[in-house]
């Protein structure tokens, strides 16, 4: 945990959480251990959804499809999500989910490695969404800057990695050294990107959020 468990803890007892079909798939993924966002990291995303009112959303990693249904859902205005999944177990139960919470005229669901369903993509896309294999950010970042619009805006999820990311490799488990390594480089990249203004926020699993300036 980033933040002391106690803080984390009051944090979140001030959610407003979520109720229906969202609620339901919230508990069915906790229940089979898929990864999902974070509570806080919920109320930062709606925060950001309410404040912006992104369009064209782009997803990367939809997983059982939670988090594309939260945005659709928490999005104060109509909006369109294209979301991509490369883990064939899990693209048929975020296609029902998505039909189970009657969003599913907002949402596409491309099947496929992200690395070459971004190439092909034309965007520009208002907010992108980054949560899938972590090792891949870096890999992943030119195709996703170059879909974000000026102004747009970037979500990069669990950054912090439980805290591990301030550790030396060395100390981190052999198996998670090449993720540790890459995410390091990821950071160190959007961070020090001439196009793009970041900060790197202790929210859930730490999260990146950063935007694409403007032309002046």
């Known amino acids: 945990m980033i933040v002391d468990e106690r803080f ?12 229906g079909v969202l609620y339901e798939i919230e508990k069915e993924a906790i229940k089979t251990d898929v990864p999902i966002i974070r509570t806080d990291t919920q109320q930062f995303i709606r925060t950001v959804l309410n404040e912006h009112k ?18 659709a859902v928490n999005n104060p205005v109509f909006c369109h999500i294209t979301t991509i999944e490369n883990y064939e177990k899990r693209i048929p139960i975020a296609k029902d989910n998505f039909k189970r919470a009657s969003v599913e005229d907002k949402i596409t669901l491309l099947e496929g490695d992200a690395t070459d ?8 896309y ?8 972590k090792a891949q950010y870096i ?11 000026p102004g747009g805006i970037l979500l990069s999820d669990n950054v912090l ?10 100390i981190v488990i052999r198996r998670n050294r090449t993720i540790h390594k890459r995410m390091r480089e990821y ?14 926020l202790p929210i859930g699993d730490g999260v990146a959020y950063s935007v694409k300036k403007e032309s002046k």
Do not use: C, W
């Not at 984390?8 to 109720?19: F, H, P, V």
């Not at 369009?55 to 249904?69: N, Q």
């Open 187 to 200: 950071l160190y990249t959007l961070t020090h990107d001439e196009d793009m203004v970041t900060s790197i």
């Open 139 to 149: 890999n992943f970042y030119p195709e996703v800057k170059r879909l974000l619009k």
């Open 54 to 71: 992104p369009v064209a959303i782009l997803e990367v990693g939809t997983a059982i499809g939670f988090s594309a249904v939260f945005m």
């Open 126 to 133: 208002d907010m992108i969404f980054m949560d899938a294999a």
């Open 161 to 170: 990695q439980d805290g591990d990311i301030v550790e030396s490799r060395f």
């Open 8 to 19: 984390s803890a009051y944090i979140n007892s001030l959610n407003e959480g979520n109720d």
């Open 117 to 124: 369903i971004l190439k092909e993509l034309k965007g520009p």
